[in-house]
C-alpha cells in the first residue's frame, strides 16, 4: 500500500535529519576544491621534505657540509649529487679544497637526476664538470679540453647556470649556458642541455684523503672587468715568467723539467724604507717545493733562480739555504712547507734614498722620486756577485751578469737583507743593493707549485 506524505508527513527528527544531510552536502560541495588544494600542498611539502633528504652519493663521506673521499676496494670514483636542482633562484653553488688528496682528482659540476654515481661530472651523458686535477672542462665525454686553472688547497671552485629571461619567465628552453669560476673569477661558459628534471649540482673525487667544503647557499655576483682587472693583481708584477697571477695566488706554469725551466714573478716597485718587506705562504709545495723567495735587480734573468745570479739573494724553501749571487747556497734556516710562511726584508740606513735616475717605474707610487744620492765604492763586491756554480749556465745569462757588472760597478749602499719564517727572524746579510733598488721576487720549479703573496703585510 503506497502512503500519500499529504495525509501521513515525516515525522519532526526525520525532517531535521534530511535539513542537516543538505546543509553538510552543500558544505561539502563548496569546501571541497579548498579541502584538496590543502591535501596537495600537504602532500608536495612531504614529497619535498622527503626529497631533501635523498641526497644520493657513493663513496662519499658526508659530515655537515665537508664530504670526503671513501673508496671502496675497487678504487671507484666518489660522486655526491644534490638533492635540489639548479634554479633561477639558487642558480650557482661552490666548493672549498680543503685536501687535494694524493692526485687531487677533484671535480665539480652539473648532472642529471639519475647520474651515475661512479663516473666524474663531465664524464657521463648531459653533464658537464670542470675538473680541478687538470683545469680541463668535460662535457658528456671522458676526454677534457683546456678550460682553466688547476685546483688546489685553499682554492673556491664554483658552478652554476645563466638562465635567460625568455626560458626562466616564458617556455621552457632545451639548453642553457653553464659556467665556471676558480677563486671568484669567471672562467667561461659552455651551452649544455637541459633536462626536464633539471640540472643537479655535483662533486666527484678519485684519490686519498680529498676533503671539500660544499656551499650551496652562496650567489654569484659578476663583476665588471676593470674591478676584476684590479683583484687580479697583475698590476703589482712588473715580470711574469712561467708563472699565473690569480688574485693573491702566484701559481707555476712551467715544465720543471730542468734547471732552466724557472718560473720567475718579479714585482713593479722595489723596495724602500717605506714599504721594506713581503711575504709568501705555501699553498701547495708541489712535487719538489722548489720555491724561493728574495730580492732582484731589476734586469734579472727570467730563467734563473734568485739568488743564483749577480745581484740577487733569495732564502730557497726546499733545502733551507740562503743563496747570494751564487748557486752554492749556505745553511741557514729550516726547510719551508705547506702553510708556512717566508718573509723577506731590507733595513735601511737612515739616510737611504733610491737612485732612480729619472725612470719612474723604478719607484712606488706611495714614495716620492729620491734625490741622487753618493755613490760608493764596491767593498768586496765579488763575494756578493760570483758567478753562478755547480750548475749549467747559459751564456744569456752569463752576458746580462757581465754588463750588469760592467754598468753598476761603482754603484751600491750597503743595507741588511733579512729573512723570516711564520714571523721569527732567522737572519741578516750584509750586501750592496743595486742601481733601481732590490725588487721583491719569487721563484718556483717543480710542478704545481702555487704561493700567496703580501707585498704589503706590515701595511693596515
Not at 31 to 48: D, G, K, M, S, Y
Not at 190 to 201: A, N, S
Not at 316 to 344: E, L, N, Q
Amino acid at each position: 500500500m503506497n502512503r500519500d506524505n499529504r495525509f501521513f508527513p515525516a515525522p519532526p527528527v526525520a525532517r531535521h535529519l534530511d535539513r542537516d544531510l543538505n546543509i553538510r552536502d552543500d558544505l561539502i560541495g563548496r569546501l571541497l576544491p579548498q579541502a584538496r588544494q590543502v591535501v596537495i600542498r600537504r602532500r608536495q611539502a612531504f614529497r619535498e621534505r622527503r626529497q631533501a633528504r635523498r641526497e644520493r652519493y657513493e663513496r662519499v663521506q658526508v659530515d655537515g657540509d665537508m664530504l670526503s673521499y671513501h673508496p671502496d676496494e675497487a678504487w671507484r670514483v666518489g660522486v655526491f649529487v644534490s638533492s635540489q636542482p639548479i634554479t633561477p633562484d639558487r642558480n650557482y653553488f661552490e666548493i672549498d679544497v680543503i685536501d687535494s688528496g694524493l692526485l687531487s682528482t677533484i671535480a665539480i659540476g652539473l648532472v642529471p637526476l639519475n647520474y651515475r654515481l661512479d663516473h666524474q661530472p663531465g664524464w657521463g651523458a648531459d653533464s658537464v664538470g670542470y675538473h680541478a686535477d687538470d683545469g680541463k672542462l668535460y662535457k658528456a665525454n671522458g676526454q677534457g679540453r683546456a678550460f682553466g686553472p688547476k685546483g688546489f688547497v685553499g682554492d673556491r671552485l664554483g658552478c652554476g647556470i645563466k638562465f635567460d629571461e625568455e626560458g626562466t619567465h616564458g617556455r621552457p628552453v632545451s639548453t642553457v649556458s653553464a659556467f665556471f669560476t676558480h677563486n671568484g673569477k669567471e672562467l667561461g661558459t659552455v651551452q649544455v642541455p637541459l633536462p626536464p628534471e633539471g640540472l643537479f649540482p655535483a662533486v666527484g673525487m678519485h684519490s686519498e684523503g680529498e676533503v671539500v667544503r660544499l656551499l650551496l647557499e652562496v650567489e654569484w655576483c659578476q663583476e665588471d672587468d676593470s674591478l676584476m682587472m684590479i683583484d687580479s693583481c697583475e698590476e703589482e708584477w712588473a715580470r711574469l715568467h712561467d708563472v699565473r697571477v690569480n688574485g693573491a695566488i702566484l701559481e707555476y706554469t712551467g715544465q720543471g723539467k730542468s734547471i732552466v725551466d724557472v718560473g720567475l714573478a718579479q714585482a713593479r716597485y722595489p723596495l724602500t724604507p717605506t714599504h721594506h718587506y713581503f711575504e709568501i705562504e705555501i699553498v701547495d709545495p708541489g712535487e719538489n717545493c722548489y720555491i724561493a723567495i728574495g730580492l732582484t735587480r731589476k734586469d734579472y734573468p727570467k730563467h734563473r733562480h734568485p739568488g743564483w745570479n749577480k745581484g740577487s739573494i733569495a732564502y730557497h724553501a726546499d733545502d733551507g739555504k740562503i743563496f747570494v749571487g751564487s748557486g752554492v747556497g749556505d745553511a741557514f734556516g729550516p726547510r719551508c712547507h705547506t702553510g708556512d710562511i717566508m718573509g723577506c726584508g731590507i733595513i735601511f740606513p737612515r739616510d737611504y734614498n733610491l737612485d732612480s735616475e729619472g725612470e719612474s717605474d723604478k719607484s712606488s707610487p706611495d714614495d716620492p722620486q729620491g734625490q741622487p744620492k753618493k755613490k760608493e765604492a764596491r767593498n768586496q763586491l765579488e763575494e756578493l756577485v760570483d758567478m753562478y756554480g755547480g750548475h749549467d749556465s747559459s751564456s744569456d745569462s752569463d752576458s746580462e751578469d757581465d754588463e750588469w757588472f760592467q754598468h753598476d760597478e761603482e754603484n751600491g749602499i750597503q743595507v741588511q737583507v733579512f729573512f723570516t719564517r711564520n714571523g721569527k727572524c732567522l737572519g741578516r746579510r750584509d750586501v750592496r743593493i743595486p742601481k733601481g733598488g732590490f725588487f721583491p721576487t719569487v721563484g718556483m720549479l717543480s710542478s704545481e707549485e702555487k704561493v700567496r703573496v703580501d707585498l704589503r703585510p706590515l701595511t693596515g
